[in-house]
């Protein structure tokens, strides 16, 4: 179960990707960044169905095709910034600004050689495998994998888009403080001590 968690840790950021983008489906939004519309869509396509592929599967092989999805997005994103210097790359859709460079590259590579790590230890313990093999461990799987996605939607959809929200509601009722301070019987009451 222990391997079964550093992956989910590992398929994270895709994950996070998969449903900002979504979300910006969702909501007929164009994708921003440096990828055209056709690669952007298709390379979110590509992160979802690999991380669908490990909850399925729980196998390390799974997880290796992930380690290397990781590993080709390093690359690309450190051959873009060499070729095209520093831009939005998209990468959390229209809810997060996110900038091509060499640390969003060794970042992507970091998680690839994490990935796989994790995949190559997976071979040599059991945890991975067997989650795999037992009825209940499908069930797992998704609870574990639904429960990250639940968080991750919050932290990438919901506070983007209510914070500005909360914002302005902070800034409209600041206009009627002094009013309701006006009123004695509404104030809270104070202690005598």
């Known amino acids: 179960?222990?391997?079964y968690l550093l992956a989910v840790l590992a398929c994270?950021?895709?994950?996070?990707?998969?449903?900002?983008?979504?979300?910006?489906?969702a909501w007929g939004?164009?994708?921003?960044?440096i990828l055209s519309t056709p690669v952007d869509h298709a390379l979110t396509v590509v992160q979802a169905?690999?991380?669908?592929?490990?909850?399925l599967s729980g196998a390390p092989a799974a997880l290796l095709a992930v380690s290397g999805l990781y590993a080709v997005m390093g690359l690309?994103?450190?051959?873009?910034?060499?070729?095209?210097?520093?831009?939005?790359?998209?990468?959390?859709?229209?809810?997060?600004?996110g900038r091509l460079?060499?640390?969003?590259?060794?970042v992507n590579l970091a998680l690839a050689a994490f990935a796989g790590a994790v995949a190559y230890l997976a071979e040599a313990a059991p945890g991975l495998a067997y989650l795999a093999q037992t009825p209940p461990g499908l069930a797992a799987?998704?609870?574990v994998f639904g429960a990250m996605a639940v968080v991750l939607f919050h932290a990438m959809v919901i506070m983007p888009v209510y914070r500005p929200v909360l914002r302005e509601y902070r800034l409209r009722a600041d206009r009627y403080r002094p009013w309701f301070q006006g009123f004695p019987d509404l104030r809270p009451a104070e202690r005598d001590a």
């Open 49 to 55: 169905l690999a991380c669908l592929a490990f909850v």
């Open 12 to 25: 994270a950021p895709l994950v996070a990707s998969a449903l900002a983008k979504g979300w910006d489906w």
């Open 101 to 106: 460079g060499y640390p969003l590259g060794l």
């Open 141 to 143: 799987r998704v609870l």
């Open 1 to 3: 179960m222990t391997f």
């Open 76 to 97: 690309a994103v450190l051959w873009l910034r060499a070729r095209r210097g520093r831009a939005d790359c998209g990468c959390w859709g229209r809810s997060r600004s």
């Open 29 to 33: 939004e164009r994708p921003r960044g």
